[in-house]
C-alpha cells in the first residue's frame, strides 16, 4: 500500500515558478515509478512527467522544458518543479505511483490533488 499527500499548489502569475510536492508513505515506494498528472476542467486526466524507480524521466511536450520531475527515496518525496508557467497549466495536479508510464490507467495508487492556477 502506498498513500499519496500533494502540496504546493496555489495561484501564480504566467512565467512565474511553483514547486509541487508529494509525500508517499509505505515500505515500497522505492520501488514504484512515480507520475504526475493533471486535469483541467471539463477536460481528461492528462500525463505530465513520470520518474522511474531508478529516476528515469519522461514528459509530456507541452511541459518539456519548464517542468522538472524528480525523487528523494530516503525522506519518500517527488517533485515537480514547474517553471514559466501559462494560463493553460491550471489544472488540479496529481500524483501516482505504478508503472514507468505516460497512461494514467495503470497507475495504481493516486493523492487528493492540489490545485495550480496560472493568471495571465
Known amino acids: 500500500q502506498v498513500q499519496l499527500v500533494e502540496s504546493g499548489g496555489g495561484l501564480v502569475q504566467a512565467g512565474g515558478s511553483l514547486r509541487l510536492s508529494c509525500a508517499a508513505s509505505?515500505?515500497?515506494?522505492?520501488?514504484?515509478?512515480m507520475g504526475w498528472f493533471r486535469q483541467a476542467p471539463g477536460k481528461e486526466r492528462r500525463f505530465v512527467a513520470a520518474?522511474?524507480?531508478?529516476?528515469?524521466?519522461k514528459y509530456a511536450d507541452s511541459v518539456k522544458g519548464r517542468f522538472t520531475i524528480s525523487r528523494d527515496t530516503a525522506k519518500n518525496m517527488v517533485y515537480l518543479q514547474m517553471n514559466r508557467l501559462e494560463p493553460e497549466d491550471t489544472a488540479v495536479y496529481y500524483c501516482?505511483?505504478?508503472?514507468?508510464?505516460?497512461?494514467?490507467?495503470?497507475?495504481?495508487?493516486w493523492g487528493q490533488g492540489t490545485q495550480v492556477t496560472v493568471s495571465s
Open positions: 509505505g515500505r515500497t515506494f522505492s520501488s514504484y515509478a
Open positions: 501516482a505511483a505504478g508503472p514507468y508510464s505516460d497512461y494514467p490507467n495503470g497507475y495504481g495508487y
Open positions: 520518474i522511474s524507480w531508478n529516476e528515469l524521466t
